[in-house]
T-cell receptor
Framework: EAGVAQSPRYKIIEKRQSVAFWCNPISGHATLYWYQQILGQGPKLLIQFQNNGVVDDSQLPKDRFSAERLKGVDSTLKIQPAKLEDSAVYLC????????????FGQGTRLTVV | EDQVTQSPEALRLQEGESSSLNCSYTVSGLRGLFWYRQDPGKGPEFLFTLYSAGEEKEKERLKATLTKKESFLHITAPKPEDSATYLCAVQAYNQGGKLIFGQGTELSVKP
């Protein structure tokens, strides 16, 4: 079974530029998550989708971050404009359903904002 | 506020030296407690889910236990390949599928 796919693996941008990350979840998984992991910390949820609807985006900085899940499958996360403090690993995860099932993570995209 | 605290932040063991990692949590209503392993440059890899106090699960040299306030990850006779960061996370009844993670324990096992 193929895992969660993310691209790119690495990205370096200057502050105030924009960037987009892509995620393809495990086939058949209805729930998709984007987490932000700052160096030395645990992942923090940014947004959760159930199919193509948003379940939780309470911790998403909506003035600069946006996310969408096309047709309930792939998802993109965008940052515009980026700040230095956005430097982190952005992890995508998926699960069969939102609760009582484990989430499977992709390898992440390491973003460096200079 | 729901919160997860892991200790120690870092642990260095000799091969074969057993030890335990601690995960203390405060959550309004625990739906499940999850343990993940994360290797450098990779995403977290699922290990265990525990749902109720008294529950235990084992996988190779790892054993996870759960009480009403904390969980332990016991590592018996560790090997160098067990070196990784171990993450604990909780899922609450009132927050859908959201996982609240601790900061992790970085385990290093020397031969």
């Amino acid at each position: 079974e193929a895992g969660v796919a993310q691209s790119p693996r690495y990205k370096i941008i200057e502050k105030r530029q924009s960037v987009a990350f892509w995620c393809n979840p495990i086939s058949g998984h209805a729930t998709l998550y984007w987490y932000q992991q700052i160096l030395g910390q645990g992942p923090k949820l940014l947004i959760q989708f159930q199919n193509n609807g948003v379940v939780d985006d309470s911790q998403l900085p909506k003035d600069r971050f946006s996310a969408e899940r096309l047709k309930g499958v792939d998802s993109t996360l965008k940052i515009q404009p980026a700040k230095l403090e956005d430097s982190a690993v952005y992890l995508c995860a998926s699960s069969q359903r939102g609760t009582n099932t484990e989430a499977f993570f992709g390898q992440g995209t390491r973003l460096t904002v200079v | 506020e729901d919160q997860v605290t892991q200790s120690p932040e870092a642990l260095r063991l000799q091969e074969g030296e057993s030890s335990s990692l601690n995960c203390s949590y405060t959550v309004s209503g625990l739906r499940g407690l999850f343990w993940y392993r994360q290797d450098p440059g990779k995403g977290p890899e699922f290990l265990f889910t525990l749902y109720s106090a008294g529950e235990e699960k084992e996988k190779e040299r790892l054993k996870a236990t759960l009480t009403k306030k904390e969980s332990f990850l016991h590592i018996t006779a560790p090997k160098p390949e067990d070196s990784a960061t171990y993450l604990c996370a909780v899922q609450a009844y009132n927050q859908g599928g959201k996982l609240i993670f601790g900061q992790g324990t970085e385990l290093s096992v020397k031969p």
